[in-house]
């Protein structure tokens, strides 16, 4: 089991020794995501993320500052999400200082000039446009819209050309400084490594990061009423899709079984929907499903392409899986089979460093605490067919069912009729 120690001004630490490797991963959290910005800073935390490799003032510059990591085989990342900000670095065990070194300088001394703001705003602005010419990605976007309306959950997270574009140095710089602070940082690390010197070398490298306040993520308002259809139109070839609606948020008591649920629909090649959709009907080349598990709400989400003149045999095959699977439930076989494939996918995934301290990083920030994966594992063993079926109930609603559509797609009324549970 991972240690948990708190610093001054609470700064979370969690080290979990992992002997038999020869790296070690460091993801740092930031409690600040898409999911903690109004209207008006619209994509800040991303924008943020973006300016801390810029450099700093013992690093000026991205090439220096990245060359620290990759110069002796290492790797460095970042990413935003709705609720969180997380940096991480992975090198070999020796480099252990030298990473955490680089994570304590960007987090804490940033250069943020009024020359970087304005390349970076050019950056992310490319960013959106390209994510806006490419159907298969501007789709989920559009869904999250169509699910949640004007809300951080409706929105990109790298917000919009208008609020990036009107952002300034003054306003970024601010926002950097309310949540980069202790009470709103968790670092995890994970490798071969030794406890004590890690917690020597984290209180020296972040002694001057400010104690500041825990950040408030905004509450998410009710989903947009349904079922509706949000059509897009283009001239591509195909058309892309999703069907949307209510998941389940991150303490429901269901997430277990909505894993479960999750991936007998979709979750793979061997999925309700792949089967029908693609081996039996070969309406598309691949269709899937995902569930996005957020503090108080959630989503699932079903997506594929097809040709155009396909999309109402397949909205209509779709639909008739998911009302087949809410009337009927699973099969005993169906149960036990991916109860052993969501057991083996876990377990799967923590086999790397960065595996392990990306997912006690995230568990400690949402929970206070490391959920042991043989906890997780001993509640999926125990679900029953009852347990799928009333998450299917639960999930499977009309009322905030969404068809989003992107394509050259001239009347809806035919796919609209088939939009009911």
């Known amino acids: 089991m991972p240690d948990i120690h708190v610093l001054d001004g609470g700064l ?24 903690h910005e109004d209207d008006s800073q619209s994509g800040m ?15 000026p510059n991205p090439k220096i500052l990245i060359e620290t990591i990759e110069g002796v085989g290492g790797m460095i990342d970042a990413y935003t999400n709705v609720e969180s900000t997380v940096y991480s670095v992975k090198v070999a065990n020796i480099h252990l200082a030298r990473a955490i070194d680089v994570l304590a300088d960007m987090l804490q001394h940033p250069n943020m000039s009024a020359i970087d703001v304005e390349k970076e705003r050019r950056v992310i602005l490319e960013e959106i446009s390209t994510t806006a010419d490419s159907p298969a990605e501007l789709v989920h976007l559009l869904a999250d819209t169509a699910l949640w309306g004007e809300q951080p959950l409706g929105r ?34 994970a490798g071969n490594i030794d406890s004590a010197d890690v917690l020597r070398l984290i209180g020296e490298a972040f002694a001057d990061m400010p104690a500041g306040t825990p950040a408030v993520i905004l509450p998410t308002k009710p989903a947009q009423i349904g079922p509706k259809v949000a059509l897009q139109h283009d001239d591509s070839e195909q058309v892309h899709f999703c069907i949307s609606m209510l998941g389940l ?34 309406l598309a080349y691949t269709i899937g499903s995902y569930s996005r598990e957020y503090r108080d709400a959630g989503k699932w ?19 008739t899986v998911l009302r087949d699977v809410k009337a009927r439930g699973l099969t005993e076989e169906e149960l036990t089979q991916v109860k052993e494939q969501v057991k083996g996918g876990i377990l799967l995934s923590l086999e790397d460093t960065m595996s392990v301290a990306s997912r006690n990083g995230s568990h400690m920030l949402r929970y206070g605490r490391i959920i042991p994966v043989e906890a997780v594992i001993s509640e999926v063993e125990v679900l029953t067919l009852a347990d799928i079926t009333r998450v299917a109930q639960r999930v499977l609603q009309p009322q905030h069912l969404h068809l989003t559509m992107i394509g050259p797609v001239t009347d809806t009324a035919d796919v609209a009729t088939q939009l009911h549970l």
């Open 301 to 319: 989400v079903v997506s594929a392409s097809v040709d155009t003149d396909a999309i109402v045999e397949t909205v209509t095959a779709v639909m």
């Open 12 to 35: 979370r630490v969690v080290i979990e020794t992992l002997p038999h490797t020869h790296s070690v991963s460091i993801s740092c959290t930031v409690c600040v995501g898409s999911g």
């Open 45 to 59: 935390a991303h924008f943020i993320e973006h300016l801390l490799f810029k450099g700093t003032p013992r690093r």
């Open 156 to 189: 990109d997270i790298a917000g919009s050309e208008a609020t990036v574009g009107g952002f300034n140095r003054d306003a970024l710089y601010a926002f950097y400084q309310n949540a980069y602070t202790r009470a709103n940082l968790v670092i995890s690390v």
């Open 249 to 282: 948020g991150m303490d429901d008591p269901d997430r277990r079984a909505m894993l479960v649920f999750d991936a007998v629909v979709g979750g793979n090649s061997t999925s309700r929907l792949f089967q029908e959709i693609r081996e039996e009907r070969a």
